[in-house]
């Protein structure tokens, strides 16, 4: 069974696209739920990760919405929601303010663990989008 992934500020605001101080200050006020690890580094569950940045993405955060580029068409983000079909399986994954969706094998979602607040990255090439598991 796969643990569920959890983040650190630095993480989270990568993927966000922002600053770690404005996640740091997105945390501080609440916006974005946080736990102590052992260590007493302050962490974000991957699922709450996941639901925060499709309310950034809609501008329901409060501030203005980062800007993101990609570098290579690859966009790393956070799976936000998955679709098992019997054959198919739809990925949503947001990276930043954008929401990229991708429509692969159950095998293949399978085979890479995918579940949603976990890391992933998008892999744009003409019209398929490729996950890649970080």
Request: charged share 25%; proline share 3%; hydrophobic share 40%.
């Amino acid at each position: 069974m796969i643990r569920m992934q959890s983040y650190t500020i630095g993480q989270a605001a990568r993927l966000l696209g922002v600053s770690p101080d404005t996640a740091r200050r997105w945390a501080d006020a609440g916006r974005m739920a946080t736990h102590r690890d052992e260590a007493g580094r302050r962490l974000i569950d991957g699922r709450d990760l996941a639901a925060f940045s499709i309310e950034l993405a809609r501008g329901d955060a409060g501030e203005e919405e980062p800007s993101y580029t990609s570098a290579r068409n690859a966009f790393p983000g956070i799976v936000t929601a998955i679709k098992l079909g019997d054959v198919a399986a739809q990925v949503d994954i947001q990276a930043g303010p954008h929401r990229l969706v991708s429509l692969l094998t159950r095998e293949a979602v399978e085979e890479l663990g995918l579940e949603v607040g976990m890391e992933a990255t998008a892999r744009v090439k003409s019209t398929n989008v490729h996950i890649d598991r970080t």
